[in-house]
């Protein structure tokens, strides 16, 4: 979404800024009466309607929740945080937009009121072929190096690394994605002008440049512990399947397994020394809640191959590509069959300059549109855009 | 068996110097003609039978293969192989003895003919608790580390440890369980006068002091491939659980682990880092064999625990108990409820010498009536052995 918000994106904004983050009430009350009528009836200080429960009627709002909802609408200036987010070269997404991934919307009652991006990745395309690789803050040298070393592997097979941009294993993955020349996302649990943790400043601009830096909280929220627990479901959601690469019992990546769990998406975890309290969590995962025992990229593509498979465009359908805004189409074809050209190459022949020539790349390896060959970028043999 | 062989025991003692071991079809014409007819037609020159097949009449033994067996007859001795395995205190069990373990049973045709014993354990007795454990050969520091630990903290809890006597894993963790304690048993893939590996020596003296060699080769009998192959269906089928600690993609534990599959027995891997080749073979029976992934002994105890405590004498049946020997119910009746009491105060109330008493004790502890305390030995609270 950019330029003029809608009515029902206006409101959205507002409440994400109200209400705490996967509040299900609150999620509830927007899918019945509209995000739009709910902000309204905040502003006018208004009793809000109850919710319809699977079971019958649900009891309204608790009032003291209401009361806190209410107290802090006054404060809340839906131009203000869209032209401050605008600013900083971010936007904001809400269901229905194209860029809204729609497998978002399994969290029901918990998804998202809006999420709030920044970044160069369409969120939707770059989470299609995705995978969420979590871990420890505090990782072994071991848990590092593999995580870097599986994103990297995953990137080169135009997988996405969903991520949450902490300290240790997210990093790593981060990193490996970046650097095997692939989209990654960062879900983080603040608002995108805070950099947390501070030392990810650098890295958040990378992943700003490359790829997509996503909350669901908007410019100015600081990160609170509700805020990292309910992140964690996105990471699950916005992908089929998801990897634990290093985590002890006590680790939040296990939260994050849970959520992968309770939506029926793929759970892998990866092994470790078994004198290493900081992969006795993985090991849990591999004991008790069946996760499958992945140890390369290629264990990890197999696992999510059929689904990723599905969602693949070009496969039966060109809807996806139908889909593609004009550049992304001029770039998809200036990209060679089968020996494949360098990035220069194909900016030159689109007619585009090299930066946005490799953010659509990006996208297109993405989508499964493309991939990376010895001479730079060559069109999948399967993606249905041989022979154009 | 001591003393005096029946006429089924000398005959299968020459036939397991005959025959190739777990040759099937040797094991079905014992089966359904009797060891010794089969050894008398053999040193006769005469033809042998055909053998009934489970979908009508299989063919005749091969005429090569008859050749070979009877090439080789007039050279076995039966006396002699019986009397130079009694001069280095060993024994031969044949099933239908009391030390026969039964597990043996469900091999089928490729059931041992006989297995040539020396150690103070009784081979059935330290069976009835116990686990395979095997691995590499070229096993890495980590591998041995952890093979040690288990086979120690499994010998604590009363699991004896049954290995394959070779250099690496095995090795670890027949040392392991004398650590800890318990009984340990080592099938070796020749026979029991040889000590093959050679670096193995002193470890085969300390299991004959205190626990039991196991080969279904007689004296004499070299290492051969085919032995070691056919040694490793022994190891699984002893058990009612086979742990892989430790394995690269080609090692022969893979051929054990197939075995305990083969034989639904419970099948456990012990995962390491994803980085080491040693450990790829694990990774493998975790993601495609369906093995439990185990990470100490309390893990691998819970894999077995419903199985080991059917077969624990006391539970419901005082079956075990009334079968033993007068030594060991003198033994057990001076082991204390609670407290416990040392191995020299028990071998005193016993009236045995401490030799004996910690054979008997070891046998005890296998069968679940006794386990370690503080102050030495005490009645497990679960055997039916309290309030006696």
């Known amino acids: 979404m950019s330029g003029v918000a809608t009515d029902d994106a206006h409101a959205r904004a507002c409440l994400s800024a109200v209400a705490d983050a996967g509040d299900p009430l609150m999620g509830a009350l927007i899918d019945e009466y509209g995000a739009a009528e709910i902000w309204a009836s905040l502003r006018a200080g208004a009793e809000l309607p109850a919710v319809e429960a699977a079971g019958g009627q649900r009891p309204a709002t608790p009032p003291a929740r209401q009361e806190r909802w209410r107290a802090r609408a006054p404060g809340i200036d839906a131009d203000a945080l869209l032209s401050a987010s605008a600013e ?29 991006l920044r970044g160069v990745q369409d969120l ?23 995580a870097a070393d599986l994103a990297c592997g995953l990137a080169e097979r135009s997988w996405s690394v969903v991520s949450g941009g902490a300290y240790g294993i997210d990093g790593a993955a981060h990193r490996g994605a970046l650097a095997g020349g692939a989209p990654t996302v960062a879900i983080l649990a603040c608002g995108l002008d805070i950099d947390y943790p501070r030392g990810h400043e650098a890295l958040f601009a990378d992943i700003a440049a490359r790829g997509t830096l996503v909350s669901e909280h908007p410019l100015g929220a600081g990160p609170t512990r509700h805020g990292f627990l309910v992140r964690n479901r996105i990471i699950a959601a916005l992908t089929p399947g998801t990897v634990v690469v290093e985590a002890g019992l006590r680790s939040g990546a296990l939260n994050t397994a849970r959520h992968a769990l309770d939506l029926c998406s793929a759970l892998m975890a990866v092994p470790g020394p ?11 995962l591999l004991r008790e809640w069946q996760a499958a025992c992945v140890t390369d990229a290629a264990d990890i593509a197999e696992q999510l191959g059929p689904i990723g498979e599905e969602l693949r465009p070009g496969r039966g ?40 020539a490799m953010g659509r790349l990006g996208l297109l390896a993405a989508g499964g549109f493309i991939e990376r060959c010895p001479a730079g970028w060559r069109t999948r043999p399967d993606s249905g855009t041989e022979g154009r």
């Not at 939707?124 to 593999?146: E, F, I, K, Q, T």
């Not at 805004?325 to 998809?332: I, T």
């Open 88 to 116: 900083m070269g971010g936007r904001l997404v809400v269901p229905g937009d194209p860029e809204w991934p729609g497998r978002l919307d399994r969290l029901g009652d918990r998804r998202p009121y809006a999420l709030w």
């Open 124 to 146: 939707r395309n770059a989470c299609l072929r995705s995978v969420a690789m979590v871990g420890s803050r505090a990782a072994s040298g071991y848990g590092l190096h593999v």
């Open 274 to 284: 078994v004198t290493s309290a900081l992969s006795a969590g993985c090991h849990r």
């Open 317 to 356: 359908t060109a809807l996806a590509r139908d889909g593609l805004d004009e550049e992304s189409q001029r770039v998809l074809d200036a990209v060679p069959d089968r020996t494949g050209a360098g990035t220069a190459t194909i900016a030159l022949a689109a007619g585009l300059d090299l930066d946005a």
